[in-house]
């Protein structure tokens, strides 16, 4: 069984950028498609973006134009660059995978179509 771990987090001022980095062990990572979700406090969790297995990619609306996803399945990592930061994308991402391949893309913004989860890393945006 393998596992997913994000890094790259942490404090940013507003305009500013960062990277996030997901990387995967112990399956054929590039059979997944990698979705990213955050959580702000006393907020439900929501759907970022989603990076299919042939590199293809779906962006939430309030991130589109601002953040990418991007893949190397040599590393075995998935990446989510994040530029024009605000104080409302602060939160705890999250990288999530998909065994199951849906026709669909729109079908990977919904948490429960992923199989394995990383544990979060927390982005802080101040204004």
């Known amino acids: 069984q393998g596992q997913l771990v994000e890094s790259g987090g942490g404090w940013v001022q507003a305009g500013g950028s960062q990277r996030l980095s997901c990387a995967a062990s112990?399956?054929?990572?590039?059979?997944?498609?990698i979705g990213w979700f955050r959580q702000a406090p006393g907020k439900e969790r929501e759907f970022v973006a989603v990076?299919?297995?042939?590199?293809?990619?779906y962006y939430a609306d309030s991130v589109k134009g601002r953040f990418t996803s991007s893949r190397d399945n040599a590393k075995n990592t998935v990446y989510l660059q994040m530029n024009s930061l605000k104080p409302e994308d602060t939160a705890v991402y999250y990288c999530?995978?998909?065994?199951?391949?849906?026709?669909?893309?729109?079908?990977?913004?919904?948490?429960?179509?992923?199989?394995?989860w990383g544990q979060g890393t927390q982005v802080t945006v101040s204004s």
């Open positions: 112990g399956r054929t990572f590039s059979d997944y498609t």
């Open positions: 999530a995978a998909a065994s199951r391949n849906y026709a669909v893309t729109t079908a990977y913004t919904t948490a429960t179509r992923y199989d394995y």
């Open positions: 990076i299919r297995s042939g590199g293809s990619t």
